[in-house]
């Protein structure tokens, strides 16, 4: 299998939305927690629906502190945005990203991404804006 820029919903994020839509006050976590990767070039994989975790999650940890919002593509309010950043505490080739439902590691994997490797160093920041919304 060769390397492929992707960009998915997983099966646990289409979980993650079902669960989201049941009562007033649902039990399921946002989805806004990014994180990112390295190892996807190396594997060699592409992004995919059955993705529950990163190839190689970055030690700087997840970022979490905007949540999310609904913005217009299509139809008013017709999809769900957050926008993360995370600052490299060293150098770093990350080809992968992703949104999960927890700050901490583990958690449900939302999104699955991963595109060319972008070569970060000590203090660059990496900011993603996901944009999640149906065509």
């Known amino acids: 299998m060769a390397f492929g820029i992707g960009q998915v919903v997983t099966h646990s994020g289409l979980a993650i939305m079902a669960k989201r839509m049941l009562g007033a006050t649902p039990a399921q976590a946002e989805p806004k927690f990014l994180a990112l990767g390295t190892g996807a070039t190396a594997a060699p994989r592409t992004a995919a629906v059955a993705d529950t975790a990163l190839s190689a999650e970055l030690t700087e940890g997840r970022s979490g502190t905007n949540a999310g919002t609904t913005v217009t593509v299509n139809y008013t309010n017709d999809s769900y945005n957050v926008v993360n950043t995370i600052v490299m505490t060293g150098t770093r080739a990350i080809d992968e990203s992703a949104l999960f439902d927890q700050l901490a590691?583990?958690?449900?994997?939302?999104?699955?991404?991963?595109?060319?490797?972008?070569?970060?160093t000590l203090g660059d920041s990496f900011g993603q804006n996901w944009t999640i919304t149906n065509g």
Do not use: D, I, R, Y
Not at 105 to 120: D, E, R
């Open 105 to 120: 590691s583990g958690g449900n994997m939302f999104t699955s991404s991963t595109f060319a490797v972008l070569n970060l």
